[in-house]
């Protein structure tokens, strides 16, 4: 089945300290809906979060409930600036890719890429009655609409292509219309009518969302995923990922690792009132770092990830050397070894090490040091087993982690910032 990724929490931070986002799914729904959805303010203060909404086929039946807006919208392409206001409540549901068309009339032109109120489709909606209820009752009435909306109706190939096609998307559109049995302009003028969108952009949406699931899965390798979701190569793959997220696969996944962090309701959660400034207009929080400072001078190993030569994101344990605080961390390896060779192409790198009680996960640049005051510093006796030379071994050089961002999650508290 077709289960399109959002994933606002992981995308923006200032999104996930402000707003709780949640999917659920219905049973009596699921032959036109993927999924119901909540978005429910963290704070009560007047803020505004910057909402990314993923590229995904579908249209939306979204409730504004305190603007008082009932709206049907979709996107072609991912929305990296959708502001909204908090405290604002929002609920909705997202249909599946053609649903729109069938349970409506209306091609899905109609509502992709455009705002359409729900008094266009359905003039005998009274949103009076409907705002007058209690948010929970709202929800209610909104789920009661949508079973009658939905009763008695089988859901016809647009609707189920998706489904059909999620797991294993063609890898050209001929392809597809033979599977189909439409020729290329009956195939072009049904999925603009069923979907808003091209052959080729159902195609790429297909694909990414793919890849998309197999990254967020942890099980898939590189190269299951280019199989998978026929890409031409790693750089088409990168390219069109980025365009589609906003990250780089390497982002995502190091994102992804601090997600539990920002989608969660943690006992407090650190604000900017609790900032201190230092260093002018950087904010740190000085009680957070003091904690992480102490956690990582008593860790021996992390997770290091680069970019390897090929583009893709490499994960490896790694021993620190004498850790002191989280702005500066130091590595040994040597000249020769992948890890430089990738470095010396892309620097940029991420630290993660966690327990059950805290994570720490930091991203920033590497320096590959060579000199002989740095090695002599960070010299550790048992080297000696890896760099017989000792200290002036060629083979020995020094990895000198900057750390540019940082996100903490410590005794149920969070901090994220930059360094």
């Known amino acids: 089945m077709y289960y399109p990724i959002q994933v606002p929490y992981i995308l923006n931070t200032d999104f996930s300290r402000h707003v709780s986002y949640t999917e659920t799914t219905l049973e009596t729904l699921k032959d036109f809906v993927i999924c119901l959805w909540e978005m429910k303010p963290k704070t009560k203060k007047q803020v505004t979060a910057n909402h990314v909404i993923v590229t995904d086929g579908c249209i939306d039946l979204v409730v504004g409930y305190d603007d008082r807006e009932i709206i049907y919208a979709g996107m072609s392409t991912t929305a990296f600036h959708d502001i909204i206001n908090v405290p604002n409540r929002f609920f909705g549901v997202r249909l599946k890719p053609g649903a729109f068309e069938q349970l409506t009339g209306l091609p899905a032109t109609k509502a992709m890429d455009v705002i359409l109120p729900i008094k266009h489709v359905d003039s005998d909606f009274d949103m009076d009655v409907f705002f007058a209820l209690s948010f929970d009752d709202a929800k209610i009435a909104f789920r009661e609409y949508l079973e009658k909306l939905v009763c008695d109706k089988k859901p016809n190939e647009f609707v189920s292509l998706f489904d059909r096609f999620s797991l294993s998307p063609p890898a050209e559109a001929a392809e597809l219309y033979e599977a189909l049995h439409l020729s290329p302009r009956q195939c072009q003028r049904n999925f603009i009518k069923h979907f808003g969108l091209t052959p080729q952009m159902v195609l790429s949406i297909l694909r990414f969302q793919r890849c998309l699931a197999l990254l967020t899965s942890k099980e898939a390798t590189p190269n299951e995923i280019l199989e998978t979701t026929t890409y031409y190569d790693q750089s088409h793959f990168i390219k069109d990922f980025k365009k589609n997220i906003g990250l780089t696969p390497f982002e995502y996944l190091n994102t992804q690792k601090m997600s539990h962090i920002y989608n969660t309701d943690a006992k407090e959660l650190v604000t900017l009132d609790t900032y201190k400034e230092i260093g002018g207009n950087q904010r740190m929080n000085t009680k957070m770092i003091e904690k992480a400072n102490a956690h990582i001078q008593k860790t021996s190993n992390v997770n290091l ?115």
């Open 305 to 419: 990830g680069v970019i390897d030569e090929n583009g893709y994101p490499v994960v490896m344990a790694m021993s620190l050397i004498n850790p002191k605080d989280i702005s500066e961390i130091y590595l040994s390896t040597t000249p020769d070894s992948n890890k430089a060779k990738s470095l010396k192409k892309n620097n940029k790198a991420s630290i993660c090490c966690s327990t059950n009680d805290y994570n720490i996960t930091l991203v920033g640049e590497i320096e590959i040091m060579t000199d002989q005051e740095t090695k002599s510093k960070c010299w550790q006796n048992w080297f000696i087993e890896v760099y017989p030379d000792g200290e002036t071994d060629p083979n020995y050089c020094v990895l000198k982690f900057k750390t540019k961002r940082a996100a903490l999650y410590i005794d149920d508290e969070v901090a994220a910032f930059e360094m």
